[in-house]
């Protein structure tokens, strides 16, 4: 296959055309071409990466989803932490939001996934992941009032929610800034279970705004003088907030 295509790439090249025309061109089929990818910054085949992750919402449109350009190898780096994060947030999310209620049917789907568990009477292991995972914790509304303690779902262990939260909000940078955050930079992701005030004041003052579908929402903005250190509020199914900072490193201030 890497041969043909050498060949076609060096035929196209015989016919005048330089070698990212002919990768462009063999290519378009697949929507692949040649560019700079958002997550990694380097120059090669990209594909079209969906921002947010599709599995959140599968049966959306698809026009809704930002298309960004991405090397497969970068884009597929965190898709089974994106399907445990869909598990995570389809569960710690409330009822009656249309695209949590597919998720979740994937979801379900997958937990029925043959395997030597089932066939020993057992769910399979992104049950347990969730089952192990409940916990009572206080519980507060999005407006920051304490309503006591309730049962939640904590993260699992095992899933890397701070860097699917990371790819997300990379993703709105570039789209709506059109900066990709260098490797170096200092990143914080994390949920928020809690202090919803304070960063309901902080969130007020951020212009850039969206909502696809129900299933997500954002907030966000970049500095004012630094276009690649930003803020980014992400809203899942209606239920569940995500936040993550960039910063550029202090000793390059
Ligand atoms: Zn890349």
Redesign the pocket.
């Given at each position: 296959m890497i041969v043909k295509r050498k060949c076609w790439v060096s035929n196209l090249q015989f016919l005048g055309f330089s070698c990212k025309e002919g990768v462009n061109l063999i290519a378009r089929g697949k929507n692949k071409r040649w560019g700079i990818?958002y997550?990694?910054?380097?120059e090669?085949i990209?594909t079209d990466d969906h921002v947010p992750p599709q599995c959140l919402a599968p049966l959306a449109d698809d026009a809704i989803f930002y298309k960004l350009p991405?090397?497969e190898?970068?884009?597929n780096a965190l898709s089974v932490h994106e399907s445990r994060f869909r598990d995570f947030v389809v569960s710690a999310s409330k009822d009656g939001v249309r695209e949590a209620e597919n998720a979740f049917e994937n979801m379900q789907r997958n937990f029925r996934r043959r395997g030597n568990e089932e066939q020993s009477g057992f769910l399979n292991r992104d049950f347990f992941r969730l089952y192990e995972n409940i916990e009572q914790r206080e519980g507060y509304t999005p407006g920051g009032i304490y309503v006591g303690p309730v049962v939640g779902i904590k993260p699992a262990q095992d899933l890397d929610y701070k860097s699917v939260l990371t790819k997300i909000a990379r993703g709105l940078h570039y789209h709506h800034n059109g900066a990709i955050i260098p490797d170096n930079y200092d990143v914080y992701a994390d949920f928020l279970f809690s202090d919803f005030e304070r960063h309901a004041t902080h969130m007020q003052h951020l212009n850039i705004t969206g909502q696809m579908g129900d299933f997500f929402a954002f907030r966000g903005t970049s500095a004012k003088d630094e276009p690649k250190s930003g803020i980014w509020y992400m809203c899942f199914y209606r239920s569940v907030i995500g936040m993550v900072g960039f910063r550029q490193p202090k000793e390059l201030e």
């Open positions: 990818c997550l990694c910054g380097k090669g990209v991405a090397h190898s970068c884009n």
